[in-house]
């Protein structure tokens, strides 16, 4: 299995940036996708997750009403949309898939790599 994290890069405070996750070698449509960020001295945090089909998705509160995650299995990608980013959402951002949604990231069975996002005021 691999997930390919990308889309990071610098923007200022008020702007948009879309990340996406391109996933290879998930078997079966047990999986649910999520997007986690870890910034330096924090533990790493559960932003937003989605089911395989889509009908459920998870909003952390720190990002409710300005992310939003989406997937297109055709593709075999996820996406997270984010809006109105602000200083505190500087981050190392990391795509995971696992058979369970939860916050806890050691539960998440595969990892994308990670990809910055810098905010700056």
């Known amino acids: 299995v691999q997930l390919q994290a990308s889309g990071g890069g610098l923007v200022q405070a008020g702007g948009s940036l879309r990340l996406s996750c391109a996933a290879s070698?998930?078997?079966?449509?047990?999986?649910?996708m999520g997007w986690f960020r870890q910034a330096p001295g924090k533990e790493r945090e559960l932003l937003a997750a989605?089911?395989?089909?889509?009908?459920?998705?998870y909003y952390g509160d720190s990002v409710k009403g300005r992310f939003t995650i989406s997937r297109d299995n055709a593709k075999n990608t996820v996406y997270l949309q984010m809006n109105t980013l602000k200083p505190e959402d500087t981050a190392i951002y990391y795509c995971?898939?696992?058979?369970?949604?939860?916050?806890?990231?050691?539960?998440?069975?595969?990892w994308g790599q990670g990809t910055l996002v810098t905010v700056s005021s």
């Open positions: 070698g998930l078997t079966g449509n047990v999986y649910y």
């Open positions: 989605i089911s395989w089909s889509g009908s459920f998705t």
């Open positions: 995971a898939a696992g058979r369970v949604a939860v916050r806890t990231a050691a539960s998440w069975s595969y």
